[in-house]
């Protein structure tokens, strides 16, 4: 399975950015998609999680209203629209198929990681 991300970038406060990501080596339909991310000298977190069918999305607390997750199964893909971005966004993003977004806030469940998009939001 091979998972690449991009659309990292270094946007200012208040800005937007749109994360794709694609996946390759399996059957794309039968895999819940995550986005996570690692911000400096902090452990990684789950930041959204998308159903297969694509019409269930999770998020955390501090990016509902601010991030929306998307799927396109016809094109293998998986999106992070990110809006009103602050400083505290900063990180590496990753994208990750998985089994459940049940417990996507800590990572569980998902066994398939690309190598990451870096996102800077400069203040």
């Known amino acids: 399975v091979q998972v690449v991300e991009s659309g990292g970038g270094l946007v200012q406060a208040g800005g937007s950015l749109r994360l794709s990501c694609i996946v390759s080596g399996t059957d794309f339909n039968i895999h819940v998609m995550g986005w996570f991310r690692q911000a400096p000298e902090k452990g990684r977190e789950g930041v959204a999680c998308?159903?297969?069918?694509?019409?269930?999305?999770f998020y955390t607390n501090h990016v509902k209203g601010r991030f929306t997750i998307s799927r396109d199964n016809a094109k293998n893909a998986v999106y992070l629209q990110m809006d009103n971005l602050n400083p505290e966004d900063t990180g590496m993003y990753y994208c990750?198929?998985?089994?459940?977004?049940?417990?996507?806030?800590?990572?569980?469940?998902?066994?398939?990681w690309g190598q990451g998009t870096q996102v800077t939001i400069s203040s």
């Open positions: 990750a198929a998985g089994s459940s977004c049940s417990r996507f806030s800590g990572g569980q469940d998902f066994g398939a």
């Open positions: 998308i159903s297969r069918s694509g019409t269930s999305t």
